[in-house]
Structures are given as structure tokens and as C-alpha cells.
């Protein structure tokens, strides 16, 4: 069993987890400006984006440009992986490859920790992703755990490029902000993530 083999269902089951779906974690934010950069990318890349009908077309010209600039935001104090093999415990089915992956470690050759946000590109169906996003958030928690890290949230997406749902795992408790965001404004998006990679340490 892998990430991808879960559902939302065999997340709850598997590793007692409870999931809300009546709020929202994040706080009032204050919108990001994105660099002139990440704005000229993305309005080349968007119509391609939409006529390609691929997860992996999406994920390089949509998802993984705004990701960079969120690194280079935090003063590559993160680090981000994208693709990467991230087992942590086979036996009980939390192995597998995550689309992408931050790091509040600023180290880039291996994952270090505290992990802390885990994105699962969907081509159009956001809800066919949850229980893999799911499932590697619960590895991520138990990522820093076993590095003796301080018990913190870790955060989740499912993201079709165009549209962007996010996930919080505090202890057991999944809460799932069912309000799908809009890639535009990109500077509001540019926000929510920042703030979840946090302050670096």
C-alpha cells in the first residue's frame, strides 16, 4: 500500500483520524505580491496550462512556479522537493512519492525536518486526491515526530492549478477548508502559503 492507495475513509480508519469540514484554520492574511516574474510565467503559461489536459502538465506550469517563488519569498529558507520518495513507515502503507514537498529545513539534498506542507496535483477532480494528501500529511507528522520535532500543524493541498483546496492535521484532527481557492488573485494564494511554511527557523 502506498500514499495513492488511500482514501479519505482508509486515512480516518487506519490512523484514527477526525475530519472537519465546518471551518477554516487559516486567520485574516494579508496578500502576497508576487514578483514580476512569477506574473510574466504565469500568464504564458496559463492557457497552455488549461489546453494540456495532463496532472503533470499542470504541475510544471502552474504549481511548481508559484512553489519557487514562495521559496524564494522566505528567502530560501525552505526547501522544496518535487517527485521526491517519501517513506516513512511501509508497513503500515505511508510510502510512496509526493508531488511536492516544503521543508522549513533551508537543506536541499535530502528531506529534512520539519516538514510541513504536502501537495497532491489533481488534474481536475480535487477530491480524488484527499486521501493521498491525507495520508502523507499523517507521514509528515510522523516524519517529525521521529526527528524529535515540537508538535506542530502540518498542511496539505490538493491542487489543480486552477484551483487550490487546503488541509490542516493537528494531532488527530484533519480540517479540511472546503472552500476552493481560485489561482487568481495570485496574491491572496501567495498568502495562505507562505503562511503555512511559517517563519523558517
Known amino acids: 500500500m502506498a500514499y495513492s492507495d488511500f482514501t479519505v475513509g482508509k486515512v480516518k480508519q487506519a490512523f484514527g483520524i477526525q475530519t472537519n469540514e465546518e ?16 506574473l510574466e510565467v504565469l500568464e504564458e503559461n496559463l ?35 518535487s517527485g521526491q520518495d517519501f517513506t516513512v513507515n511501509a508497513e503500515v502503507g505511508l510510502s510512496g512519492i509526493c508531488d511536492f514537498l516544503i521543508s522549513r529545513s533551508p537543506e536541499q539534498l535530502e528531506i529534512e525536518s520539519p516538514v510541513v506542507v504536502l501537495l497532491e496535483a489533481k488534474k481536475a477532480d480535487l477530491n480524488s486526491g484527499m486521501g493521498q494528501c491525507m495520508a502523507s500529511m499523517v507521514a509528515a507528522q510522523l516524519f517529525n515526530q521521529q526527528a524529535g520535532e515540537e508538535p506542530k500543524p502540518v498542511y496539505g493541498c490538493v491542487s489543480s492549478g486552477l484551483l487550490w483546496r487546503f488541509l490542516q492535521l493537528e494531532e488527530k484532527q484533519m480540517t479540511v477548508d472546503m472552500k476552493d481557492y481560485s489561482l487568481e488573485p495570485i496574491s491572496d494564494l501567495l498568502g495562505k502559503l507562505v503562511w503555512m511554511c511559517g ?3
Open 23 to 38: 471551518t477554516t484554520f487559516f486567520p485574516t492574511l494579508s496578500p502576497v505580491t508576487p514578483t514580476s516574474t512569477l
Open 199 to 201: 517563519n523558517p527557523t
Open 47 to 81: 492557457p497552455l496550462a488549461v489546453a494540456l489536459p495532463s496532472e503533470k502538465a499542470k504541475s510544471e506550469l502552474l504549481i511548481s512556479p508559484i512553489l519557487v517563488e514562495v521559496r524564494k519569498l522566505l528567502l530560501h529558507q525552505v526547501s522544496l522537493f
